[in-house]
């Protein structure tokens, strides 16, 4: 136990040197740079950055946001455990799925962006919610896919035996054996599609969707720096409260299975 807190505090310690050396070098380009149009002070930029705190309409940006990525996960985490397992228990069935999962990895993000652009001209919510499932989707397929294939050969042949691999053995084999897998596919997914919904919102523009790449946007658009990293700034936050939060997960899953 002790062992264990020893290496959580080295672990904090660690970190929060990470971050001092950033701001380090933050402030070794500030002054090498000289130019506060560009890159401004950083007591400027945390200014800014509690200022925006108390900006009503930034936190329903986030909140549309956070909207949209959850219903992308759903969605993505439905189709793509139920494909995975498929795949991982039918090989015909892998066959005709893996064009899908190789075109979805292979295909740049702003590619997609545009082309649901174009076919979802009058509502831009929904290419948005299709691009973010379209990128995740491949990461559930495979690590529910994973799960089945790596379950103990026993346990099936037991299921074979016992007359249950027809009937109920994809639900008991996804609870017991496949489960820790598609969890971590989940855990390893919910960052990447905040920030792919993020850079969809700002290839967009302001104009098209509301979310934070909307305020993201405004302040590239408007050349006001000082506003544009203070939200670098909070997006970075929000991934770290989601990174601490997957962290946790993770450990019940771990600890559970």
Request: net charge positive; hydrophobic share 55%.
């Given at each position: 136990?002790?062992?264990?807190?020893?290496?959580?505090?080295?672990?904090?310690?660690?970190?929060?040197?990470?971050?001092?050396?950033?701001?380090?070098?933050?402030?070794?380009?500030?002054?090498?740079?000289?130019?506060?149009?560009?890159?401004?002070?950083?007591?400027?930029?945390?200014?800014?950055?509690?200022?925006?705190?108390?900006?009503?309409?930034?936190?329903?940006?986030?909140?549309?946001?956070?909207?949209?990525?959850?219903?992308?996960?759903?969605?993505?985490?439905?189709?793509?455990?139920?494909?995975?397992?498929?795949?991982?228990?039918?090989?015909?069935?892998?066959?005709?799925?893996?064009?899908?999962?190789?075109?979805?990895?292979?295909i740049p993000v702003p590619c997609f962006i545009y082309l649901l652009f174009i076919f979802?001209?009058?509502?831009?919510?929904?290419?948005?919610?299709?691009?973010?499932?379209?990128?995740?989707?491949?990461?559930?397929?495979?690590?529910?896919?994973?799960?089945?294939?790596?379950?103990?050969?026993?346990?099936?042949?037991?299921?074979?035996?016992?007359?249950?691999?027809?009937?109920?053995?994809?639900?008991?084999?996804?609870?017991?054996?496949?489960?820790?897998?598609?969890?971590?596919?989940?855990?390893?997914?919910?960052?990447?599609?905040?920030?792919?919904?993020?850079?969809?919102?700002?290839?967009?523009?302001?104009?098209?969707?509301?979310?934070?790449?909307?305020?993201?946007?405004?302040?590239?658009?408007?050349?006001?720096?000082?506003?544009?990293?203070?939200?670098?700034?909070?997006?970075?936050?929000?991934?770290?409260?989601?990174?601490?939060?997957?962290?946790?997960?993770?450990?019940?899953?771990?600890?559970k299975f």
């Amino acid at each position: 136990m002790k062992s264990s807190a020893n290496k959580k505090i080295l672990y904090l310690i660690f970190t929060f040197l990470g971050i001092a050396f950033l701001f380090l070098l933050y402030e070794i380009s500030f002054l090498l740079v000289n130019n506060s149009n560009i890159l401004p002070s950083l007591n400027d930029i945390f200014h800014n950055f509690f200022n925006l705190l108390k900006n009503i309409n930034l936190f329903r940006n986030i909140a549309f946001s956070f909207l949209r990525t959850l219903l992308s996960i759903v969605i993505a985490f439905g189709i793509g455990v139920l494909t995975g397992c498929l795949s991982g228990l039918f090989p015909k069935f892998n066959y005709f799925i893996k064009p899908l999962i190789s075109l979805c990895k292979c295909i740049p993000v702003p590619c997609f962006i545009y082309l649901l652009f174009i076919f979802f001209l009058n509502n831009k919510n929904i290419a948005v919610i299709i691009v973010v499932f379209l990128i995740i989707f491949p990461i559930i397929h495979e690590n529910s896919k994973s799960g089945i294939i790596n379950i103990n050969q026993n346990i099936i042949d037991s299921l074979k035996i016992e007359g249950l691999y027809r009937k109920n053995s994809i639900f008991k084999v996804l609870l017991i054996e496949a489960l820790p897998y598609i969890l971590s596919g989940l855990i390893s997914s919910i960052g990447l599609a905040l920030k792919v919904e993020v850079t969809a919102e700002i290839l967009l523009g302001p104009h098209n969707i509301i979310g934070i790449g909307r305020n993201i946007f405004l302040a590239k658009e408007n050349l006001d720096f000082t506003t544009l990293y203070a939200l670098i700034i909070l997006i970075i936050l929000i991934f770290i409260i989601l990174d601490f939060l997957c962290l946790i997960l993770k450990k019940i899953i771990k600890n559970k299975f």
